[in-house]
């Protein structure tokens, strides 16, 4: 792997180098200048989790986006694979804890947070349950930390459809998303009857949701901005909607933005940039106002 992964220097102003120890998860790219003070309103920190299959140049749009409005802020980028399926947890946990003892140095500190599209949430997830996994016994783990939160498609149901969908959405070639699909559609069935008969949750994505209302994993002191779409054929709106539902219930702070554009491209189309901008900076603004 390269030490670091990004297009030529002229296209990108945030340069990102791997997490030592983290394996292919977990990206940061530091300030130009580190000796430069961050001003008290801004992010010290800005934690991006990828969609499932993401690709780096994909990411950098909002990395850029970010650089553009916070360029004093550190920026940790997660990734996400098709591959967790049947990745072996014991290694895949190795190589979490370090990315999550790079985020959990941040607790206390101003943090915005930014979770793309189920395989993002499945990540924040997991980082938090790396972090807890490393705490000693008997000290109760930390939630994330965080200042705001930011939903961008997601959370979805993970219905076999969907999971179908988004876990070929990268793949260009017809034959291997074709086997990807049906490999999904037995596997699926499988672990969710694994799952109940060990005492467990049905399955992952139904894991992920309750997760992401827990207030182990996410302070409900924080407040959560849900981006999502009426025409994102990846994760339905009423998805979205009943996640959002589920967190009011809960008196969380919650922001919703509907837009009609497709999954995780919210920032396309004739004004929605703007627009896009807007609600990161108000969300950013909300979170100020109640840490």
């Not at 895949?92 to 189920?118: C, I, T, W």
């Not at 990540?123 to 807890?132: D, K, N, Q, R």
Request: charged share 20%; glycine share 6%.
């Amino acid at each position: 792997m390269s030490s670091t992964l990004s297009p030529p220097p002229k296209l990108l102003e945030r340069q990102f180098t791997p997490i030592q120890g983290s394996g292919k998860y977990g990206l940061v790219s530091y300030p130009f200048n580190k000796n430069t003070s961050i001003p008290d309103e801004e992010p010290e920190l800005i934690l991006i989790f990828g969609w499932m299959g993401a690709r780096v140049p994909h990411i950098q749009k909002y990395t850029e986006l970010y650089n553009k409005l916070y360029p004093s802020a550190t920026q940790i980028v997660v990734r996400s694979y098709e591959d967790f399926l049947y990745t072996n947890s014991t290694q895949f946990y190795k190589e979490m804890m370090p990315l999550a003892k790079v985020v959990d140095d941040y607790q206390g500190k101003r943090v915005l947070v930014h979770v793309f599209s189920n395989g993002g949430c499945l990540m924040l997830t997991y980082l938090v349950e790396a972090s807890h996994k490393a705490t000693p016994l008997g000290s109760p783990g930390k939630p994330l930390p965080a200042t705001t939160v930011i939903f961008d498609s997601c959370p979805g149901s993970g219905d076999v459809r969907s999971s179908m969908r988004a876990f070929t959405a990268g793949m260009k070639n017809p034959a291997a998303k074709y086997a990807f699909s049906a490999l999904i559609a037995l596997v699926f069935p499988v672990m969710r009857w694994y799952r109940i008969l060990t005492g467990r949750s049905g399955d992952h994505f139904d894991t992920m949701r309750k997760g992401l209302l827990a207030p182990a994993v996410l302070g409900h002191s924080v407040p959560r901005t849900y981006i999502y779409s009426d025409a994102d054929l990846i994760i339905p709106y009423k998805a979205v909607e009943a996640h959002v539902e589920d967190s009011r219930r809960l008196e969380m702070t919650v922001d919703v933005e509907k837009f009609h554009t497709p999954h995780v491209q919210h920032i396309r189309g004739e004004g929605n940039l703007a627009r896009y901008i807007d609600i990161v900076r108000s969300a950013w603004k909300q979170g100020m106002s109640q840490s």
